[in-house]
Nanobody, 126 residues
Framework: QVQLVESGGGSVQAGGSLRLSCAAS????????MGWFRQAPGKEREGVAA????????YYADSVKGRFTISQDNAKNTVYLQMNSLKPEDTAMYYC???????????????????WGQGTQVTVSS
């Protein structure tokens, strides 16, 4: 049974940092895509960052480039999202996703992913 368990969310002031973690289990972690998505109330889910577990290629949304970093620990089947210089507009539920066993065309688009975690809330106050 595939499980993606996120952790690390919380409340911070603008300019602060958080690191999200996503522990994956129940499938072959290597050579797949892992993505972080977020959804704010009343808004569509958007891709934030994605990484290919087989080679470390990473993609970022323009809104987070230079502030967020996606990384992974293959030994732990875990992907991380380091978020620095947080802004109030980063407030959202953050979701981890896994997929792309046959490759992906658009790593930051949700339909490329088959499995999703339950999400972790990030709140940034001004």
């Amino acid at each position: 049974q595939v499980q993606l368990v996120e952790s690390g969310g919380g409340s911070v002031q603008a300019g602060g940092s958080l690191r999200l973690s996503c522990a994956a289990s129940g499938y072959t972690y290597s050579n797949t895509w892992m993505g972080w998505f977020r959804q704010a109330p009343g808004k569509e889910r958007e891709g934030v960052a994605a990484i290919y577990t087989g080679g470390g290629k990473a993609y970022y949304a323009d809104s987070v480039k230079g502030r967020f970093t996606i990384s992974q620990d293959n030994a732990k089947n875990t992907v991380y999202l380091q978020m620095n210089s947080l802004k109030p507009e980063d407030t959202a539920m953050y979701y981890c996703a896994a997929g792309g066993w046959n490759g992906v065309d658009h790593p930051l688009v949700s339909y490329e992913y088959d499995y999703w975690g339950q999400g972790t809330q990030v709140t940034v106050s001004s």
